[in-house]
């Protein structure tokens, strides 16, 4: 079978899990500087799958996709010390305060200018907007078939995948033809961790906007191992319509993000009679506790 050309959806996020008072500012938007920024974490488990079909079959190759300010080649550099190939970092102020339907158009153009692929593999959902719609609508933007919820991604040798998807209520196993757009769920298997090899060969690794403040020396470096440049798309180098990018291109405009910190003020003893889990959930829904 020959090697297969895998692109993997990576989002840098604000590490939400360790949320501490200063998360947000007083405007009820997220201050990110506050917090880590991380890999998003099902995006580990898709580059994983991606890794695994890498070991499969000799010759593909990974590439790493990114939108977001240029600080987000960390998560390329992630990726590159555990077994990715090469990433491509988009970024450019036209994309500032995308929804998720202009965060996928810039994608899909970005793709279109990456130009052949197999497969492209997301995560189910990030941690911060928590709208798992990007891969989706990716895929709908380039017309592909997509899988969601895999927790197994298999190449098979005539030219199909077979994804094993977590579902409620079990998994279901289901084939498709390639070119496809899978999204991949923190049930799948962790990704491995960072090579030290890998590490020693990528570490100098930056992208095109990181190199404008560097030596001679590296410059020098970069030319003669190509490989540690990091290939960098603004809104000049893919072909869009500038009306769906950014804020303008955002029907969904997130107006306000509020912390809530669940304090329980009182118990409530009760028995698991249907009315009584009735009225719980209606007393839970508005409180605003749940819904
Ligand atoms: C608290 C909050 C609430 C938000 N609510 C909404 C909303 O209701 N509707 C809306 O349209 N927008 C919303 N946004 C904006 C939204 O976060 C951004 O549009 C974001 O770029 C994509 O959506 P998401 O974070 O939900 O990603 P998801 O759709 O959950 O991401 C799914 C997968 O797509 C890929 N992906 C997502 N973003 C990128 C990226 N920048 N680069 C590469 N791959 C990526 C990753 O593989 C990721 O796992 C919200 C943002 C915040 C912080």
Redesign the pocket.
Known sequence: MKGLKIIV???QVPDTRNVGKDAMKADGT?NRAALPAIF?P??LN?LEQALEIKDQIPGTTVTI????PSRASEIIREGLYRGADDGVLLTDRAFAG????A?SYA?SQAIRKIGEYDMIV?????I????????PQVAEKLGLPQITYAEKVVAESDGKIKVTRRLENGVEDVTCPLPVLV?VTSSAPDCRTRNAKLIMKYKHALSVSETQNTSEDYIQLCNDRPYLTIREFTVNDIDTDASQLGLTG?P?K?KN?ESIVLQAKEAKKMTPSDDEIDNLMKELIASHVIG
């Open positions: 959806l990576a989002k997220v998003n099902e995006d898709a996709l990114t939108m977001g995308s929804d998720t339907l965060t994608i997301a995560g189910r959902q990030a911060d907007g928590d709208t798992a719609q990007v891969g999204t955002s969904t997130v993000i």
